[in-house]
């Protein structure tokens, strides 16, 4: 029997889902519950609006680098995006007209950070930081993975004179037009927030700790007719979608985790570009000293020609620390500045936390993650019941859209609501096993990976390995396409008492030949 089928029952349950995050996954979800007429759903949203990391980030130059046309859901493809890359504004407005066009504002409440979840009775119970209480049958974490941002522990920070903020938390009321501007940091937003300011600061001081590889886009504006043929014809929209999905998980997707030509190619390119810096000293500062693709590639056609200009210096010694009237670097030089701009990244590992969760018999998000974050094959953790991530540890989102994702992991937490909406479940939790199993597969596959090929990346978790899933996309979609009954212990639903047909014991293939010997224990382990 195919569990993952719409199929219906002689029982139809009414569901309480709370969602917790507004942002690309958690609207997925909220529309896709609504379409599968689950009418009590909450949003908690720690902000003011929807969006996620489209919400927080707001700096000059911001831009997706994914291309556009899989930058949407796969039910909703955008027309009228501007350029194959898109900017952040326009992100952020697709996801307001999805959110409303599909009903789901009014199922968002803002303000409402979630300070723990506990499973008790059966069910639940979610409090947030005011104080609320709202009890669920399902709780699903859909708070990403860049929410949390990194401000670095550099000594005097405080005591600068002039605008001082974390590229997450612009200052639009600081002024940049003529003034002395420091870029501490050389991820994507540090190099997008340079290529912005290079024409528009005085003098732009770029701190740099570790040069990046940068891969070109031709990232032109689409034309008013292409648009119009978008908007006109939707299947054309519809196949321009599936066009780009398929050339990029084919190509830039799979260089990542599969060694061999499209690798090579994508290497090629990026040391091609970097031998477009004419300085030939400027070009040894930003070479870096590991292989293409083993961080995540930054996209820009701006950075090269911004350094080059001669109001821009770049840095390469470490900060000593920072003064009221500027930064102090290690060779004992005074950076004179009006403005300083810390694009130092996000905690990635951060997950739901510092949300508290505490599951069945007492246990504590805290002790299960003592380590590095893990989870059930991307979407669940053994020792709580009907709680799911979306985004959660290990998801590609090093190699694909998170759109697209998103989509995959909601469809997979969907195939389980309908079964508890049909009375034949009422609560399932994965088994401790079949995960760590699965943690193995992917420590055995992960030399396979460009991102072992020696550096120090966001990837890399606590327990030095990337934290990062070492296939394709694709495989992630096989691999969350199918419920792996063997591998949950599932508590029936009234369906199941009142004699109808049951869950437990079904014949799913598993991940591998290896049969899971299905133990009562449920106690997480650290996955040492």
């Keep these: 029997m195919n569990v993952g089928s719409n199929g219906s029952g002689p029982t139809r349950r009414n569901p309480a889902v709370v969602v917790v995050g507004a942002g690309v996954s958690g609207l997925c979800m909220a529309v896709r519950l609504r379409q599968a007429g689950v009418e009590d759903v909450t949003i908690l949203e720690k902000a003011s609006d929807l969006g996620g990391t489209w919400r927080e980030n707001t700096y000059p130059g911001l831009v997706c680098d994914i291309p556009s046309r899989i930058y949407s859901y796969s039910f909703e493809p955008n027309p009228d995006w501007s350029r194959p890359y898109s900017p952040g504004p326009e992100i952020h407005g697709y996801l307001e007209r999805v959110a409303r066009k599909h009903g789901v504002l009014p199922l968002i409440r803002f303000g409402k950070e979630v300070e723990e979840g506990r499973w008790e009775d059966g069910r639940w119970t979610v409090r947030t930081t005011d104080g609320e209480t709202t009890r669920a049958d399902f709780l699903i974490s859909a708070c ?9 522990d550099i000594p005097g920070l405080e005591t600068f004179e002039g605008p001082a903020f974390h590229s997450a938390d612009w200052d639009h009321e600081a002024s940049l037009s003529g003034r002395r501007v420091g870029v501490v940091g050389t991820g994507s937003s ?11 600061a005085r003098k732009l001081t770029h701190f740099q700790r570790t040069p990046q590889w940068i891969l070109p886009t031709l990232d032109r504006n689409y034309s008013r007719l292409t648009r119009l043929l978008m908007r006109r014809f939707p299947a054309l929209n519809r196949l321009s979608y599936r066009l780009w999905l398929f050339m990029f998980e084919t190509t830039y997707g799979a260089a990542f985790v599969e060694p061999g030509l499209r690798r090579k190619i994508v290497q090629g390119i990026c040391r091609l570009h970097l031998r477009t810096v004419r300085d030939p000293e ?40 920072v003064e009221p009237a500027g930064v102090v670097t290690e060779d004992g030089r005074h950076h004179e500045l009006d403005v300083l701009v810390l694009a130092t990244g ?11 969760l505490v599951g069945e018999d007492g246990h504590t998000l805290e002790e299960t993650w003592s380590g590095e974050p893990w989870a059930y094959r991307t979407v669940a953790l053994p020792g709580f019941p009907n709680f799911f991530m979306l985004m959660g540890p290990h998801s590609p989102v090093a190699n694909a859209s998170i759109f697209f994702v998103a989509e995959t992991q909601v469809e997979y937490v969907l195939k389980w609501i309908r079964l508890w909406q049909q009375g034949r479940v009422s609560s399932t939790v994965p088994r401790l096993e079949p995960t760590e199993r699965f943690h193995r597969q992917m420590d055995e596959a992960m030399p396979r990976t460009a991102w072992v090929s020696g550096c120090d990346s966001w990837y890399m978790g606590a327990d030095g390995k990337p934290a990062v899933f070492p296939w394709t996309a694709s495989a992630h979609r096989e691999m969350l396409s199918e419920l792996r009954m063997d591998e949950f212990d599932v508590r029936p639903g009234p369906a199941v008492a009142a004699g109808g047909p049951g869950v437990a014991g079904e014949a799913v293939p598993a991940v591998s030949g290896e049969q899971d010997p299905a133990p009562e224990r449920r106690v997480p382990s650290p996955l040492a």
């Design 282 to 321: 400027l070009r040894r500062k930003l070479t870096p000293d590991y292989e293409p693709l083993c961080k995540r590639i930054v996209v820009s056609t701006r950075f090269y020609p911004a350094v080059e200009r001669p109001n821009v210096e770049v840095v390469t010694e470490g900060i000593e620390r």
């Design 346 to 356: 996000f905690d990635a590992h951060a997950y739901v936390r510092p949300m508290d």
């Design 144 to 152: 990403g993975f860049l929410h949390r941002w990194h401000t670095p």
């Design 190 to 200: 540090g190099v997008q927030i340079v290529g912005e300011l290079a024409n528009r």
